[in-house]
């Protein structure tokens, strides 16, 4: 399985991205998926989840402002990001889970950056 995780970019604060990230293989539909974060000088953090039947976590700083989607058919999970703020920008990664965790794979990264 492999993860290409696209979307980051540059974006002034306030503004909004969207990220993808998609699968290869068939072990998509019944995975969960996270997106992680990692800033600079900062541990990695998981930024929200969504399982195999769609439900859906968020870490309390990007509540209300990030939202996690999935479609099965494409094999890609999203995150929505609006009102991006400085201390958005890190690397954000991927990560698939299946089976528990018998089966787990990294994307490689896309770099959000938010300016004041």
């Known amino acids: 399985v492999q993860l290409q995780a696209s979307g980051g970019g540059l974006v002034q604060a306030g503004g909004s991205l969207r990220l993808s990230c998609t699968a290869s293989g068939n072990i998509f539909r019944i995975a969960d998926m996270d997106w992680y974060r990692q800033a600079p000088g900062k541990q990695r953090e998981l930024v929200c989840g969504i399982t195999r039947g769609g439900s859906t976590n968020y870490v309390d700083s990007v509540k209300g402002r990030f939202t996690i989607s999935r479609d099965n058919a494409k094999n890609t999970v999203f995150l929505q990001m609006d009102s991006l703020k400085p201390e958005d920008t890190a690397v954000y990664y991927c990560?698939?889970?299946?089976?528990?965790?018998?089966?787990?794979?990294w994307g490689q990264g896309t770099l959000v950056t938010v300016s004041s």
């Open positions: 990560y698939l889970r299946a089976l528990g965790s018998t089966y787990s794979y």
